[in-house]
């Protein structure tokens, strides 16, 4: 494609903060970098991810707010991660992550723990313990 070409969608998710880039011929033939903010195709993949995304954040917040799970399944979702990985960084197995996720378990964790499980999200441990 020239560069001419590259397209430039004006709906796109990035909100103009950020552009991608695209490699496009130039008027001699080679390979130029050219910024491009998106192409509907692409922007419409990004809208249905996001879209799938935000659904799985909303039925972890669901489930911790009638009582099936623990404040920390809204967090490792809403960060997109799974308990291996938040277990890797904590220095926890993925199964102790998961006893975590029992709400009565994580009601009973040390205010250090806690303070750990916020400092991974970057949040408070307020907001870590309380979902609405």
């Known amino acids: 494609m020239d560069k001419e ?5 004006d709906e796109n998710l990035l909100e103009g903060k950020f552009a991608v880039v695209k490699y ?3 008027k001699n033939g080679k390979y130029v970098k050219v ?3 998106g192409w509907e195709p692409e922007n ?5 991810a996001w879209e799938v995304i935000n659904e799985k954040v909303e039925a972890a ?3 911790v707010v009638s009582g099936e799970e623990s404040p920390l399944a809204y967090w490792i979702e809403k ?3 799974d308990e291996k990985l938040v277990g890797d960084y904590m220095g926890f197995s993925k199964w102790k992550v998961k006893e975590h996720l029992n709400p009565a378990t994580f009601a009973q964790l040390p205010e250090n723990i806690l303070k750990n499980y916020a400092d991974l999200f970057k949040i408070t ?3 870590l313990t309380k979902i609405n």
């Open 79 to 81: 960060n997109m991660m």
């Open 24 to 26: 496009a011929l130039d």
């Open 125 to 127: 441990v307020e907001e």
């Open 61 to 63: 917040r669901q489930r």
């Open 5 to 9: 070409q590259v397209p430039q969608d």
């Open 35 to 37: 910024q491009s903010v």
């Open 44 to 48: 419409i993949a990004l809208k249905q």
